[in-house]
């Protein structure tokens, strides 16, 4: 069993930065694939971001150049680092863990989401 708890979402104007955090517990964290997805109002959830091992990353095309995911090991937690936001980017983001992110597969456990709005 894998516990995901999300923190730093919040409201940043265009062109800002978050960094999101998902700290992992419950199984052995350093061999589990690890990713973000997200979901806008009226949309499907969507991949992010995912990462595998400790530098084996993938991204959705519309993030690549702006966002960046990495983990620490030592804390047990995953990280997204997103850059010059957009207003399209406004969605719940939720944490991910198991899945196959090259082939946009989700693992079976999910945080409870953290929000992010990008709104002057």
């Known amino acids: 069993q894998v516990q995901l708890v999300e923190s730093g979402g919040g409201l940043v104007q265009p062109g800002g930065s978050l960094r999101l955090s998902c700290a992992a517990s419950g199984r052995d964290f350093a061999i589990i694939a690890m990713g973000w997805y997200r979901q806008a109002p009226g949309k499907q959830r969507e991949l992010v971001a995912g990462?595998?091992?400790?530098?084996?990353?993938n991204y959705a095309d519309s993030v690549k150049g702006r966002f960046t995911i990495s983990r620490d090991g030592a804390k047990n937690t995953v990280y997204l680092q997103m850059n010059s936001l957009k207003p399209e980017d406004t969605a719940l983001y939720y944490c991910?863990?198991?899945?196959?992110?090259?082939?946009?597969?989700?693992?079976?456990?999910w945080g409870q989401g953290t929000q992010v709005t990008v709104s002057s």
């Open positions: 990462i595998r091992g400790g530098s084996l990353t």
């Open positions: 991910n863990a198991g899945g196959n992110y090259y082939a946009n597969s989700p693992g079976t456990y």
